[in-house]
């Protein structure tokens, strides 16, 4: 019979203190960080113990709803945090020029991430980038989803696309230009009416996304294109099949230029893959950190 010391069931008692602390997850059902003026609306989950950080970045249409199918099941398993940027969702628009990279540098720091592995998708995608690139040393890697590269110029294709989509809006119809955008060929791949309802409704619901512009924010300077070599960190790029071609020529320019880059181009699938496929994002995303991070 082996009988504890005093000493000996206080470490077992602070032991099972940090035990119980380990299995408490974190969770919020969403908070407000001022941030240059502007009230960013932020949300953090996961385990309490140290566990491997990871932002989410949305796309320039779908605020941070847009991770909803992705968000519990990272939140089992890392620290997670997700904001809707400047006019989007419930965050108010911006007041003042602002860089949004200082943006995603406050709401790190608030939920105590010193580092993160950076998931973006499209413009959130050219923000996780621009912030590598600003902020090397906090980020664990990058793992981009139909990605935007801030510098490189769109095809007249892409803003035409985009003005036809908008067009509903110059006669306050925007219930139209979420209908139109649902429908989008290049967003939601083939015959799939859920996806697409969930985009719908995310537009419809809060339409000062589709008027969000870039008018205030402080663009990177030198372009960002033009130094995706000083990227390295393990760099995973994904796009959708169904993807415009803008996209590809984007994807293209970082998996030449990043050095530890790799790229895959996923079948059945559009631009916003987050939703359109979470569980296989989900599982990839897995096998990506437990492949890259320590």
Not at 102 to 126: E, K
Not at 142 to 153: A, K, N, R, T, Y
Not at 236 to 260: S, T
Request: aromatic share 8%; glycine share 6%.
């Amino acid at each position: 019979m082996i009988r504890a010391t005093a000493p000996g069931i206080a470490l077992l008692f602070v032991s099972a203190l940090l035990q119980v602390r380990a299995s408490t997850p974190i969770a919020n059902e969403g908070r407000y960080l001022d941030v240059g003026g502007s009230r960013i609306w932020y949300q953090e989950c996961g385990p309490s113990a140290p566990a491997s950080a990871v932002v989410l970045l949305h796309d320039g249409l779908v605020h941070s709803i847009t991770w909803d199918d992705v968000w519990q099941p990272l939140c089992s398993k890392y620290h997670v945090v997700r904001y809707d940027r400047r006019g989007y969702g419930r965050s108010e628009p911006a007041k003042n020029s602002f860089a949004p990279e200082d943006d995603l540098l406050a709401i790190m720091h608030i939920v105590h991430m010193d580092r993160a592995v950076i998931v973006g998708n499209s413009s959130g995608a050219g923000l996780a980038i621009d912030f590598a690139l600003a902020h090397p040393k906090m980020v664990t890697a990058l793992f981009l989803i139909g990605p935007v590269v801030h510098g490189m110029p769109s095809s007249e294709y892409f803003i035409e696309r985009g003005e036809e989509n908008n067009a509903p809006l110059a006669h306050g119809d925007v219930k139209a230009a979420a209908e139109l955008w649902s429908k989008d060929r290049f967003l939601i791949a083939g015959d799939d009416p859920e996806a697409r309802k969930k985009l719908y409704d995310a537009l419809a619901e809060s339409p000062q996304n589709l008027k969000v512009t870039r008018k205030l924010e402080i663009i990177p300077s030198p372009p960002s294109v033009t130094r995706l070599s000083e990227i390295n960190v393990p760099t995973l790029v994904i796009v959708g099949e169904a993807d415009i071609g803008d996209v590809f020529a984007y994807a293209g320019a970082i998996d030449a230029a990043v050095p530890f880059a790799s790229f895959e181009i996923w079948k059945d699938t559009g631009h916003l893959i987050q939703i359109q496929r979470p569980a296989a994002l989900v599982s990839r995303f897995n096998r990506f950190v437990a492949a890259t991070v320590p």
